[in-house]
């Protein structure tokens, strides 16, 4: 199978740093994305990861292990409007390619 | 520039009809998925054209189909409505594959 794991549901504080996990299998994989998706509307871009490493853009930053099949999205100076889901997706090539998401992680940010 | 645009937003449907979602992708892109997001569930994949082609299909029943046209524009047809069916399908372009995949503001499909 294709699995991608992330934990469904984090609270966190105003200001505070938060990390969201991603773990997946890793055979087929070629990438690792992160996206935003506000309550009734589409997913929009975070992050593409296809090597190991951290990437790092404003206040959020993305991480990933190949080897070992993890990726974490790091949001720093958490803000109300972060208040979100948070979908892993994995970029999967089987002759062609496509998204393999997780179930998303929503989280939920208080004063 | 204009995004993924689709159409209808919103749409309800009572069981058994036949519903046409539309999709125009970013000028430029040629490549087009849709996938459909359960309420609570990540987006899963339906399908992925480019060139017109049909390159992938995900594990939907036959009653899903879709195409794509030379303007690569796209349509996703499902019949025989089942409420199972009711989700936001969502249409996302890139250049090729899904490298780099944009969504569109999706469409909420109610199945009565």
């Known amino acids: 199978g294709q699995n991608i794991d992330q934990p469904t549901e984090m609270t966190a504080t105003e200001g505070a740093i938060v990390q969201i996990n991603c773990t997946y299998q890793t055979s087929g994989f070629n990438g690792l994305f992160w996206y935003q998706q506000h309550a009734g509307e589409a997913p929009t871009f975070l992050s593409y990861n296809v090597l190991d490493g951290l990437e790092e853009k404003g206040r959020f930053s993305s991480f990933l292990s190949r080897s070992k099949g993890y990726s974490y999205l790091l949001l720093k100076e958490l803000q109300m409007k972060d208040s979100a889901s948070y979908l892993c997706?994995?970029?999967?090539?089987?002759?062609?390619?496509?998204?393999?998401f997780g179930t998303g992680t929503r989280l939920l940010v208080s004063p | 520039d204009a995004g993924v645009t689709q159409s209808p937003t919103h749409l309800i449907k009572t069981r058994g009809q036949h519903v046409t979602l539309r999709c125009s992708p970013i000028s430029g892109h040629k490549s087009v998925s849709w996938y459909q997001q359960v309420l609570g569930q990540g987006p899963q994949f339906i399908f992925q054209y480019y060139e017109k082609e049909e390159r992938g299909r995900g594990n939907f029943p036959d009653r899903f189909s879709a195409r794509q046209f030379p303007n690569y524009s796209s349509e996703l047809n499902v019949n025989a409505l089942l409420l199972g069916d009711s989700a936001l399908y969502l249409c996302?372009?890139?250049?090729?594959?899904?490298?780099?995949?944009?969504f569109g503001q999706g469409t909420r499909l109610t199945v009565v």
């Open positions: 997706a994995g970029l999967m090539n089987t002759g062609f390619q496509k998204l393999v």
């Open positions: 996302a372009s890139s250049l090729g594959g899904a490298t780099e995949a944009f």
